[in-house]
Antibody
Framework: EVQLVESGGGLVQPGGSLRLSCAAS????????MSWVRQAPGKGLEWVAN????????YYVDSVKGRFTISRDNAKNSLYLQMNSLRAEDTAVYYCARDRAVLRFFDYWGQGTLVTVSS | SYVLTQPPSVSVAPGQTATIPCGGD??????VHWYQQRPGQAPVLVVYEDSDRPSGIPDRFSGSNSGDTASLAITRAAAGDEAVYYCQVWDGGPRHVVFGGGTRLTVL
């Protein structure tokens, strides 16, 4: 059974940093692209970043470029999102999702972790 | 950037068929994917590549795509189908993932 479990969310002040983690199991993690998708409170879904199987390619939505860094550790079956210079508009539930790269859809999602940026 | 347009809400009577549209410029040439998100839960893929269903998704869920509109149909709608449904496409390039704004389905 595919499982994705996020952790690391919490309350952080504007300008602060946070590192999210996603532990994957039930599939060959190193064979798949992975993505982070977020959802602001009461709003829709927004793709944030993705990373190729070997970490050699990474892409970001414009609004987080230069502030967020996606990474992975295939030996630990883990995906990460380092978030720096956080803003109020980054407040959202962040989901880790398995990315079916050829057509870019997401066939498995974690339960999400809430990031709140507020003073 | 590419835009997907969904109505905010759709209502359907129990046992009837709900149809949720997703509009986009010449969306018929793209592959459309659909997600169901129940309150307080993560999204679940219900249709991919216009009309395919992942294992475990009942055949009451079906998708179509032509011209400027893709659609998700849910036959024999039940209370358990109440959720927000999102369409999604890939607009080319690894950064161009686009979601529609979501449609809340109410079964009443």
């Amino acid at each position: 059974e595919v499982q994705l479990v996020e952790s690391g969310g919490g309350l952080v002040q504007p300008g602060g940093s946070l590192r999210l983690s996603c532990a994957a199991s039930g599939f060959t993690f190193s064979s798949y692209w992975m993505s982070w998708v977020r959802q602001a409170p009461g709003k829709g879904l927004e793709w944030v970043a993705n990373i190729k199987q070997d970490g050699s390619e990474k892409y970001y939505v414009d609004s987080v470029k230069g502030r967020f860094t996606i990474s992975r550790d295939n030996a630990k079956n883990s995906l990460y999102l380092q978030m720096n210079s956080l803003r109020a508009e980054d407040t959202a539930v962040y989901y880790c999702a398995r990315d079916r790269a050829v057509l870019r859809f997401f066939d498995y999602w974690g339960q999400g972790t809430l990031v709140t940026v507020s003073s | 950037s590419y835009v997907l347009t969904q109505p905010p809400s759709v209502s359907v009577a129990p046992g009837q068929t709900a149809t949720i549209p997703c509009g986009g410029d010449n969306i018929g040439v793209k592959s459309v994917h659909w997600y169901q998100q129940r309150p307080g839960q993560a999204p679940v893929l219900v249709v991919y590549e216009d009309s395919d269903r992942p294992s475990g998704i009942p055949d009451r869920f079906s998708g179509s795509n032509s011209g400027d509109t893709a659609s998700l149909a849910i036959t024999r709608a039940a209370a358990g189908d109440e959720a927000v449904y999102y369409c999604q496409v890939w607009d080319g390039g690894p950064r161009h993932v686009v979601f529609g704004g979501g449609t809340r389905l109410t079964v009443l």
